[in-house]
C-alpha cells in the first residue's frame, strides 16, 4: 500500500512538473476577484468550441451556465423537474403537455421570456435546416401552442415517453434576436460566440479562439442575482493538462480521470465528485454473420472474459459490472445471470456449439473507435481471455470516422467487423436503448449497427416507449432488460465510473458526470468561491 | 530574369493547383467523411440529423462540383469553415498556428544549418582524424534517430529528471512574453535541429575539401596567407554553395519532422492541427493546410533557386 | 565490398537481430500477446528480461515482434518502391511524352510536403501491416525514378544499346538484359538505404497512431505509449528497449548501406 501511494505521490509531482498546458496566449487574468476558473469542456461530456445549442451532442455542462431548458434532471439524474418552467402536467392520454412559465424569467438584455420564444425554439429545433440534430426526437410534436405569455402547450401526434428527456437538452432561444434570421444561416452564424442571450444566471462575455471562454453574472437572473462576478472555462489538449492546471491552482474545476481520482481523494484541498457514465461497454456481435447465431457462443464469450479482472486491475475499480444495458435505476431487474468468469463452462458451450466447425482458431478482428492506451490494454487482456478458449480475436483500434464508415456503410463487408468494443449511452432515461436493439433501427435509421433483431425485444421496447404510466413504463423496460439478460444482443461488460474535482473554496458547486455532459440543474447562481 | 521569374511562379502555381486536386482526390478515397467522424457512436444521431447535417455542410453536392467550389472560394481568398474545430473560418485556425510551427522550424533550420557548417568545416579541415571519424559518427547517429525518439529522450532527460527545462506548450499558462516563448522553444527546437544536422554537416564537409583542393585556394595557401584566412575567406566562399541549396530543400523534410516534435512537446502548431483534420477527415481545413504547406514549400524552392543563381555566376538565367 | 569495418559491424548486428527475432520466441517460450494482470508495469527481472507493459505482456517478446513487423514491412515497401521507381524511370527515359507525364508525377510527388502526404495518405489506406507497408512504398520511389531516368538516358547513348536496338531487339529486352545489369548499383544502394528509412517511416507511422495498430507490437507503438508521463517517467524500461532497438537497426542498416554505396563508387572509379 505504502509503496501504491509513493508511487502515485511521485507521478503526480511528475505529471504537474510536465504537463504544461497547450495555449497561445496569456490565461484570462486570474487577477480578476470572485471568478471560477473550469475545465468545463474537459472530457467526455465536453464539446470545446462549439457553441449552438441546437448541433450540441455535448458540452452542456458549460452551455447549461448561459442557456436554460424547460425542464431539468435533478442532480441525480432521478427526476425531472423545474427549469425555465416551474411546473408542468401530462394529459392522461400522453397527447399534450402544458408547462408553466417562471414569471421571473428574463432574457440577458432584459426582455421578458415568454410561451412565443418557446413556440420559436421548438419550431427551430424540429427544422433540420438550422442543422439541429434534434428534429428527429421532437418529431411526434405536431403543434406548439402559447395561449397566453406564462403558458406553452405542446401536442403530440402520437404519446412520446422520452419527451421530457429530450426537452432537458433543447435551450430556449430569443425570438426576438434570433427570429429576423434565416433558418439556413443559424448554423454558421457568429451570434453563437460572439453575442448570444440566454436566460441563465451567466451571460456570455467573450470567447478567445481554442483557448478560453469568459461569462459573467447576470444580476436580473429570475432565481436571484447570482453569487460569483463571472466563470471562465479553459481548454485543455487532454485531461492531465487540465489536471496540472488544477494542482496549480489555475483552475478550480475539472473532470478527471479515474486514476487521478484516486490521487485526489486524499487530498484536502480538493473534493472528488463521482457518478455513473451512463456508458455501457459492451462487445457487440455483429448479427449479419451466422457464427453468433448460437446463443451458447455469446454466452461463452461472457464466461470467458474475466470482466471482474479488467474492472479491477486496468480500470482501477470504477467500474461496475453490466448483465444487461443498465445498471443503475428503476430499469434494472432484480435477478440477473451474472455469467461468471468460468473458462471451463466456455469450452463446453463452444463444443456444444461446434465452435471448431463454424470457426476455429480463424482470427476475428474486434474494431473500436477508442484510441486510448487503456482501451489498448483492455483489448489485449480480452484477446489474451477468449484465446484461452478458443476464440482467437484479432483488436483493431479505429479512428471514430474509419469506425462509423464501417459498421454504419451500407456496402462494407460483414466479415471486416463480425465483433466490436464499444460504448453506448443506456440512461438516465432507459428509453435510450431503442435506437441501439430494435430491428428497424439498423443504419442509416439508427444505431443498431450491430444489427440486433430479437423480435421479443422488439415488442417488450416498443411497448415500454408507448406506456405513459411511469411504474408501468418501468416494469416493461425490466422485462427488457431481463430479455437481454438472456438473449445477448451483446456481450455486456460495464459501466464506468467517472469522476471530477472541485477545489475546496468552491461551496454550492453541483456536478455529476452526466451523458453529453448535463440536463440537470446546476443552481449555478449558489456557487461561490470562500474567501 | 524576370521572364524566368514569371516562368518559375506560373510552374508553381500550377503545382498548386495539381497538388489541391491530388489532396481533394486522396482525401475522398479515405474512408469515412467528416460525418461519420462528427457521429458519436456513443450518443446515438438520427439518420434526419445526419442527413441535414450533410446537406448543409455541401457534402451531398457531387464531388467535382464540391471541388470546383472549394477552389472558387479558395481564389477568393476564402478557404472555408473547418467542420471539426466548431465551423471556425479554417483561415483562422491556420493563422493560429502558423506562427508557432514557423518559429519552430525556422530556429531548428538555422540551428542545424549553423552547427552543420561549422562542424562540417572543422571535420573538413581535420579530416582523417580523430575528430572527423566522430563527427561522421555523430551525423550517422542523427540521420539513424528519429526526432520523436530524441525528442522523448530530451524530454525524460531535461524536462522530468534535471527539471532544467519546460515539458511542452508554446508558454506558460499565465505567463507569456518573448523570454517565455524562447525558453520553451529550447527543447523542440534543438531537438528538430539534432534531426537535420547529418545532411549540412556533410555537405559542407564534402564542399569544403572540394574546395580546400582547388587551385584557387592554393595560390591564396602559397600567397603566405594565414591558414585562418585560407579557410574562412576563400575556401569557405566557394563551399557554401550546396548548402544553401541544402537549407531549401530541408524545409520539406523539416516539416515532416515538425510534425513529430509538435506531437512530442504540445507545440501548438500546423502539425498538430493536421493530424487532427486528417483523423477528423475536417476536409476543408486538410485542404487548407495542404494548400499553404504547399504554397510555403514551393516559394522555398522558388527561392533557393533565386539566390543559388544569384550565388552562382555560372548560372545563366536566360 | 564491405571493406568498411562499419559495413561488417552493421551486418552483424542486422543478421544476430534477425535471428533474435525469429529464433528467440519459440526458443524462450515467449509470447508478445499473453497478458498477466498479476504483473502490470513490473520491473525488469529474471521472469521478464525486459519487465512488463501496462497488461502485464513481456516487453522483450514485443520488442522481438516489433523487429520482426518493422523487418518485414521495411524490406517488402522498400522492394515495392524499388519496382515502381525502377519502371516509371525507365518509362520516362524511353519516350518524350511518358518522359514529361512521369516527371511531372515525381515532380508533384516531391513537392507533396512527405508529412501531408504521409498522414493523408495513410488514412486513405487505414491501419495495419499492408497498408503501412503500400503508404512507405508508395511515398519513396520518385527519388529512384529521377536517378534511373538520369542512368537510362545516358546509357541509351552508349553503344551497346544502339546495337541492340539496331538488331531490333525489343524493349523489355533491352532493359532486361543491358539495362538492368548496369543499373544495381542503384539500386542496391537504394533499397539499402530505402529500408533504413522505412523503417524510421514505420515506427514514426505508428508512434502517431497511423501505422500498425495495437495490440500487435511495433516499436513505434511502443514509443508511443510514452507519451503518457506515466510511461515516460515511470515505467522506464518499455520505451528505452524499443528505442534503442530502432536507433541500433537504423544505424545498422544505415552502416551497410554507406559501405556498399562506399564499395560501389571506388568500385567505378
Known amino acids: 500500500m505504502t509503496s501504491i501511494t509513493r508511487r502515485d505521490s511521485l507521478r503526480l509531482a511528475s505529471a504537474s512538473a510536465l504537463a504544461a498546458p497547450m495555449i497561445l496566449r496569456a490565461a484570462p487574468a486570474l487577477a480578476a476577484t470572485n471568478v471560477l476558473s473550469g475545465g468545463f469542456d474537459v472530457g467526455p461530456g465536453g464539446l470545446p468550441g462549439k457553441f449552438n445549442p441546437l448541433a450540441a451532442t455535448a458540452g452542456f455542462t458549460w452551455l447549461n451556465l448561459y442557456y436554460e431548458p424547460l425542464v431539468f434532471y435533478d442532480p441525480t439524474l432521478s427526476h425531472i423537474g423545474a427549469g425555465l418552467a416551474l411546473s408542468f402536467e401530462a394529459a392522461a392520454d400522453g397527447l399534450s403537455y402544458t408547462f408553466h412559465l417562471d414569471p421571473k424569467a428574463k432574457w440577458h438584455d432584459g426582455t421578458p421570456f415568454t410561451s412565443a420564444d418557446v413556440a420559436f425554439t421548438i419550431a427551430l429545433a424540429k427544422d433540420d435546416k438550422t442543422g439541429s440534430i434534434f428534429s428527429a426526437s421532437l418529431a411526434p410534436i405536431s403543434a406548439v401552442e402559447a395561449p397566453d405569455a406564462g403558458k406553452a402547450v405542446l401536442k403530440l401526434a402520437k404519446p412520446d415517453t422520452s419527451l421530457l428527456d429530450v426537452l432537458t437538452k433543447i435551450m430556449m432561444l430569443p425570438k426576438h434576436a434570433l427570429g429576423s434570421m434565416a433558418p439556413a444561416s443559424l448554423a454558421e452564424s457568429a451570434w453563437w460566440h460572439t453575442k448570444p442571450i440566454g436566460t441563465g444566471p451567466f451571460m456570455f462575455k467573450s470567447y478567445t479562439e481554442g483557448q478560453f471562454v469568459q461569462l459573467s453574472a447576470f444580476a436580473g437572473y429570475r432565481r436571484g442575482a447570482p453569487k460569483l462576478a463571472g466563470l471562465v472555462n479553459r481548454y485543455f489538449k487532454s485531461t492531465a493538462d487540465a489536471v496540472a492546471a488544477l494542482k496549480a491552482g489555475e483552475i478550480q474545476f475539472t473532470y478527471i480521470e479515474p486514476n487521478d481520482a484516486k490521487l485526489f481523494g486524499t487530498s484536502a484541498h480538493d473534493r472528488v465528485i463521482a457518478g455513473a457514465s451512463y456508458v455501457v461497454n459492451y462487445v457487440g456481435f455483429n448479427h449479419m454473420i451466422p457464427l453468433w447465431k448460437d446463443l451458447r457462443v455469446r454466452q461463452a464469450v461472457m464466461h470467458a472474459i474475466d470482466r471482474q479482472a479488467i474492472v479491477t486491475s486496468l480500470l482501477g475499480g470504477a467500474a461496475t459490472l453490466a448483465d444487461c444495458a443498465y445498471t443503475t435505476g428503476p430499469a434494472l431487474p432484480a435477478h440477473l445471470d451474472a455469467y461468471p468468469h468460468d473458462p471451463a463452462k466456455a469450452k463446453q458451450l463452444l463444443a456444444a456449439a461446434g465452435w471448431d466447425r463454424i470457426n476455429g482458431a480463424k482470427p476475428l478482428p474486434m474494431i473500436t473507435y477508442y484510441g486510448d492506451p487503456l482501451v489498448g490494454n483492455i483489448l489485449a487482456a480480452m484477446q489474451s481471455m477468449l484465446g484461452q478458449v478458443g476464440i482467437h480475436i484479432a483488436p483493431r483500434q479505429l479512428d471514430v470516422a474509419t469506425y462509423n464508415g464501417l459498421v454504419r456503410g451500407a456496402h462494407t463487408n460483414p466479415m471486416d467487423f463480425p465483433l466490436t468494443y464499444a460504448g453506448a449511452q443506456d440512461g438516465p432515461d432507459p428509453g435510450v436503448m431503442a435506437t441501439f436493439f430494435e430491428t428497424n433501427q439498423a443504419p442509416p435509421v439508427g444505431a443498431n449497427v450491430m444489427r440486433v433483431a430479437i423480435p421479443a425485444l422488439d415488442k417488450q421496447l416498443t411497448a415500454a416507449a408507448a406506456e405513459v404510466n411511469d411504474a408501468r413504463r418501468m416494469a416493461l423496460y425490466r422485462q427488457a432488460a431481463t430479455t437481454m439478460n438472456r438473449e445477448l444482443p451483446w456481450g455486456f461488460m460495464w459501466v464506468a465510473r467517472r469522476y471530477g474535482v472541485v477545489a475546496d473554496t468552491v461551496e454550492n458547486f453541483v456536478w455529476t458526470p452526466a451523458p453529453g455532459g448535463g440536463g440537470y440543474d446546476p443552481s449555478a447562481q449558489l456557487w461561490a468561491l470562500k474567501g | ?318 | 565490398m564491405l571493406r568498411r569495418p562499419g559495413g561488417i559491424a552493421g551486418g552483424v548486428f542486422i543478421v544476430l537481430l534477425a535471428a533474435a527475432a525469429w529464433g528467440l520466441p519459440p526458443l524462450l517460450g515467449l509470447n508478445p500477446d499473453a497478458v498477466d494482470l498479476a504483473a502490470i508495469h513490473a520491473a525488469p527481472s529474471a521472469a521478464h528480461w525486459l519487465g512488463t507493459d501496462g497488461v502485464g505482456r513481456d516487453v522483450l517478446a514485443r520488442v522481438l515482434q516489433g523487429a520482426r513487423v518493422s523487418l518485414v514491412i521495411a524490406t517488402v515497401a522498400a522492394a515495392i518502391s524499388a519496382a515502381i521507381g525502377f519502371l516509371v524511370g525507365s518509362g520516362a527515359a524511353f519516350g518524350t511524352l511518358t518522359d514529361i507525364v512521369c516527371m511531372r508525377a515525381v515532380d508533384l510527388a516531391m513537392t507533396l510536403p512527405p508529412a501531408v502526404l504521409l498522414l493523408v495518405l495513410s488514412a486513405i489506406v487505414g491501419q495495419g501491416e499492408r497498408p503501412t507497408t503500400m503508404v512507405l512504398a508508395l511515398l519513396s520511389w520518385p527519388l529512384l525514378a529521377r536517378l534511373v531516368r538520369a542512368r537510362l538516358l545516358e546509357l541509351r547513348e552508349r553503344e551497346f544499346v544502339l546495337a541492340a536496338q539496331a538488331t531490333g531487339a525489343g524493349r523489355w529486352h533491352i532493359l532486361r538484359r543491358h539495362v538492368l545489369p548496369n543499373m544495381a548499383d542503384i539500386l542496391i544502394v537504394y533499397v539499402t538505404l530505402q529500408i533504413a528509412t522505412n523503417v524510421l517511416m514505420e515506427a514514426g507511422l505508428s508512434f502517431l497512431g497511423l501505422g500498425v495498430p495495437p495490440p500487435t507490437a511495433t516499436w513505434g507503438n511502443m514509443l508511443g505509449e510514452a507519451r503518457s508521463i506515466d510511461v515516460l517517467t515511470l515505467y522506464t524500461w518499455q520505451w528505452i528497449a524499443p528505442g534503442a532497438a530502432l536507433l541500433a537497426t537504423t544505424l545498422a542498416i544505415g552502416l551497410v548501406g554507406e559501405a556498399v554505396r562506399a564499395g560501389f563508387d571506388t568500385g567505378h572509379a
Open chain 2, 1 to 318: 530574369m524576370l521572364r524566368y521569374l514569371l516562368r518559375r511562379t506560373a510552374a508553381a502555381a500550377l503545382m498548386l493547383v495539381l497538388l489541391s486536386m491530388v489532396t481533394f482526390a486522396l482525401l475522398r478515397a479515405a474512408p469515412g467523411d467528416p460525418i461519420a467522424a462528427y457521429v458519436s457512436p456513443t450518443i446515438p444521431m438520427s439518420a434526419r440529423a445526419i442527413a441535414a447535417l450533410r446537406h448543409r455542410l455541401g457534402l451531398d453536392l457531387p464531388l467535382a462540383e464540391q471541388y470546383l467550389l472549394w477552389a472558387w472560394h479558395a481564389l477568393n481568398g476564402n478557404l472555408g469553415r473547418s467542420i471539426g474545430h466548431g465551423e471556425i473560418p479554417v483561415a483562422m485556425l491556420i493563422a493560429d498556428r502558423i506562427g508557432p510551427t514557423v518559429l519552430l522550424m525556422g530556429t531548428g533550420i538555422l540551428l542545424s544549418t549553423g552547427f552543420g557548417v561549422v562542424l562540417g568545416i572543422v571535420a573538413a579541415v581535420w579530416r582523417g582524424g580523430t575528430l572527423d571519424a566522430l563527427l561522421a559518427g555523430l551525423g550517422a547517429l542523427a540521420l539513424a534517430s528519429p526526432a520523436f525518439l530524441t525528442g522523448l529522450l530530451a524530454l525524460f532527460l531535461f524536462a522530468a529528471r534535471w527539471h532544467l527545462l519546460p515539458a511542452g506548450g508554446l508558454i506558460t499558462p499565465g505567463g507569456g512574453g518573448w523570454a517565455d516563448v524562447a525558453w520553451h522553444l529550447v527543447l523542440p527546437a534543438s531537438v528538430l535541429a539534432a534531426a537535420q544536422i547529418a545532411m549540412p554537416l556533410r555537405y559542407m564537409r564534402a564542399a569544403m575539401i572540394e574546395s580546400l583542393g582547388t587551385q584557387y585556394v592554393r595560390t591564396a595557401r602559397a600567397k603566405g596567407l594565414s591558414p585562418a584566412r585560407v579557410v574562412l575567406l576563400h575556401a569557405l566562399r566557394n563551399a557554401l554553395l550546396p548548402v544553401v541549396t541544402l537549407t531549401g530543400a530541408t524545409i520539406g523534410t523539416a516539416i515532416g519532422g515538425a510534425v513529430f516534435v509538435e506531437s512530442v512537446f504540445d507545440w501548438p502548431g500546423m502539425g498538430s492541427l493536421l493530424v487532427s483534420a486528417v483523423s477528423a477527415r475536417d476536409y476543408p481545413l486538410v485542404m487548407g493546410i495542404a494548400l499553404v504547406v504547399g504554397a510555403f514549400v514551393l516559394a522555398a524552392n522558388l527561392v533557393t533557386d533565386l539566390v543559388y543563381a544569384a550565388v552562382d555566376p555560372r548560372i545563366r538565367i536566360a
